[in-house]
């Protein structure tokens, strides 16, 4: 067995795929090109480091549970002009994740606050931070069945660690007593230690109304307004527009 074989199978027992794969190409650039020893092995290195961190984004994304993919480049910031492109842009630094800031998404139904949401936890996912994306409903109801089952603070302490938790759509459907204070245990759990982003379609004057007891609902939002960025978006709707785009796209195919 030469050498290079055992170069080859060395590389294999120790998983640098990527390190073994560019390898036999590369020692052809070295040598016409006289390439440092160190430069060459700094080259090899960064692509298997590149090859693992893009394995390790892809194996996060997938666990965070987002209902769909979608970057900000997806967005259509010209359809809802209501928003501050700069700013989503800037909030894709993920500083506010270091910040331990939260994030609130308030509009009508359809103006693309769980896109946002998305969006963002994607790109904290692609970063390796462990996301998670929730809808509201879904939460209560795992938090309810760990409260019945007396698990309650194993599956707080669950939810308290992911460094973003997406909860999505607060205020759809009522929340009962319990929920509400099963919720309020979470976010202050998660109160300045981890950030979290929400989307309502609720004011939050009416949040009150929704977590049906109008002092854990101003604790809740006294937690999660504090070291928050508030988006209000005040545009029309997408699947409105979807829809009329199918009639139209309809209405010419039959013309």
């Known amino acids: 067995m030469t050498s290079y074989t055992k170069l080859l199978n060395n590389l294999e027992t120790l998983k ?31 692509k298997e480091l590149d090859f693992r961190n893009d394995r390790a984004s892809k194996i996060q994304i997938a666990v965070s549970a987002f209902p769909f993919e979608k970057t900000l480049e997806d967005f259509d910031f010209d359809f809802q002009p209501s928003i501050n492109k700069a700013q989503l842009l800037d909030l894709e630094s993920l500083r506010f994740l270091e910040n331990k800031e939260n994030i609130l998404f308030y509009g009508s139904s359809g103006v693309g606050k769980s896109h946002l949401a998305v969006a963002l936890g994607i790109a904290a996912a692609k970063k390796r931070y462990i996301t998670y994306f929730i809808s509201c409903h879904d939460l209560i109801m795992q938090l309810n069945k760990a409260h019945a089952e007396n698990r309650l603070e194993a599956k707080l302490k669950h ?5 973003l938790l997406i909860i999505d759509e607060i205020g759809y459907l009522p929340i009962d007593k319990q929920g509400a204070n099963l919720l ?9 230690k981890n950030s979290t982003i929400i989307t309502t379609n609720q004011p939050f004057s009416k949040w009150g109304e929704v977590f049906s007891d109008i002092t854990l609902a101003n604790a809740i939002l006294d937690r999660l307004i504090h ?15 979807d829809k009329m785009d199918q009639l139209e796209s309809k209405k010419s195919s039959n013309n």
Do not use: C, M, V, W
């Open 16 to 46: 640098l795929e990527k390190f073994r794969s560019y390898l036999p190409n590369y020692i052809e650039e070295i040598t016409k090109n006289q390439i440092p020893f160190t430069d060459a092995l700094l080259h090899l290195t960064e």
């Open 159 to 163: 939810f308290s660690k992911y460094k």
């Open 227 to 241: 070291h928050s960025t508030i988006i209000k978006i005040t545009g029309p709707s997408y699947r409105l527009k």
């Open 184 to 192: 309020f245990q979470l976010i202050n759990k998660r109160y300045e």
